[in-house]
Structure formats: C-alpha cells, structure tokens
T-cell receptor, first 109, second 118 residues
Framework: EDQVTQSPEALRLQEGESSSLNCSYT??????LFWYRQDPGKGPEFLFT???AGEEKEKERLKATLTKKESFLHITAPKPEDSATYLC??????????FGAGTRLFVKA | GAVVSQHPSRVICKSGTSVKIECRSL??????MFWYRQFPKKSLMLMAT?????????EQGVEKDKFLINHASLTLSTLTVTSAHPEDSSFYIC??????????????FGDGTRLSIL
C-alpha cells in the first residue's frame, strides 16, 4: 500500500537552531515528491519538487533532499516567520498524489 | 508562478442552504482540479478529482449528490455543498495542476474557503 509518513508531528526550535523534517515514503513508482508550506487558515504554498534520488533544491533557509526512501527538508538558522506546517506529497507511478500528515514547526524568537 | 484563486474565502450560512465555491487557475490551464477538506490540525483529505468536460471522480465515502462538482472549462471548477448542515462546516481547499508537463507537475492550491453552517 502506498504510504507517506512525516516526522516529527511537531517541532519546536529556537531562532537560529537548524534542524530537519523527514518525509518517508513507500510507493509503487515515484513520479515526483513535493514539499509545501501551509500557514493557518491558508492553502498550501508550493516550495519544491524533487524527481530523482540525489536531487537537491534550495530556497532561502530551506533545502530539500531526496533518497530512494525518504526526503528531508533542512531548515538552516530558522526565523519565527518560518513557523508553519510543512507538508510532503508523493506522486506515484499510478499518477496518484498522496499527502503526508505534515510537521508543525514552531520557531521561537 | 502558478496562481489558483478560490472564492469565497469565508461563508457563514443557515442550515439547509446550498453553497457554491469557485476555484480558478489564473495563469495556466488545468485539465484536472482537486477538492480537499481539512479538519483542524489535520492534513488534507481528498474529496474528489474534477476533470474538465467529464464527471468528477469521488473518493470513497464522499457523497456525490451532496458535493456537486462542475469543471466546465480549463480554468474553472466549482464545488456546491447542497443543503448544508452543521457537520459540513469545514475548511475546503481546491488545487489545480498545470496541464503541461507529463503529469508530474505539482498541484497549486487556492487559499481555501472556511464554511460555517449555523
């Protein structure tokens, strides 16, 4: 069964304290892995697409990496404005998109 | 970047009312649009996939007569919650995928509609 699991469920960091969010997946074929950021009361905002193992993408303090089993979203020196829920989604070989449950990130000043 | 507009952002209405939510892709064409429901502090629950010019595909447990979906053009899909009741109160979010790109493009989301049924 296709499955996407994100960990941890919630993460509390001090401003400047770098960390990583995990997205592990078990799917039949991978057509793409997507990271989104969602603020309360808003729709998810697209961040990155990763298509193959070894690929990396960066945007400001965020860096996404991909292996054959999981993806990491690294946050370097986070700021309070990085607080949000980060969602991972996988597009399977059968053209189905499966979302993880998300990681709620809290960054304290 | 790809922009999806969802309207209205908030609806408060009486029980028994039907409510229509619009989802538009503003700068790209979308053969497929998606409707999600999201409960507080929970992830997205796919309700249905809307295909331009054909019937929507509903997920198991979603009543198609309750949640009417119309995808009349490559840039517009609508969700109508018919005879809404308090248990239909929720955050509804639409998304769209650019029709170009071999089906591997990301979905782009609207900002959601907060529906409150009194």
């Amino acid at each position: 069964e296709d499955q996407v699991t994100q960990s941890p469920e919630a993460l509390r960091l001090q401003e400047g304290e770098s960390s990583s969010l995990n997205c592990s997946y078990t799917v039949s074929g991978l057509r793409g892995l997507f990271w989104y950021r969602q603020d309360p009361g808003k729709g998810p905002e697209f961040l990155f697409t990763l298509y193959s193992a070894g690929e990396e993408k960066e945007k400001e303090r965020l860096k996404a990496t991909l292996t054959k089993k999981e993806s990491f979203l690294h946050i370097t020196a986070p700021k309070p404005e990085d607080s949000a829920t980060y969602l991972c989604a996988v597009r399977t070989g059968g053209f189905k998109t499966i979302f993880g449950a998300g990681t709620r990130l809290f960054v304290k000043a | 970047g790809a922009v999806v507009s969802q309207h209205p952002s908030r609806v408060i209405c009486k029980s028994g009312t039907s409510v229509k939510i619009e989802c538009r892709s503003l700068d790209f064409q979308a053969t497929t649009m998606f409707w999600y429901r999201q409960f507080p502090k929970k992830s997205l629950m796919l309700m249905a996939t809307s295909n331009e010019g054909s019937k929507a595909t509903y997920e198991q447990g979603v009543e198609k007569d309750k949640f009417l979906i119309n995808h009349a053009s490559l840039t517009l899909s609508t969700l109508t919650v018919t005879s809404a009741h308090p248990e239909d109160s929720s955050f509804y979010i639409c998304s769209a995928r650019d029709r170009s790109g071999a089906g591997n493009q990301p979905q782009h989301f609207g900002d959601g509609t907060r529906l409150s049924i009194l």
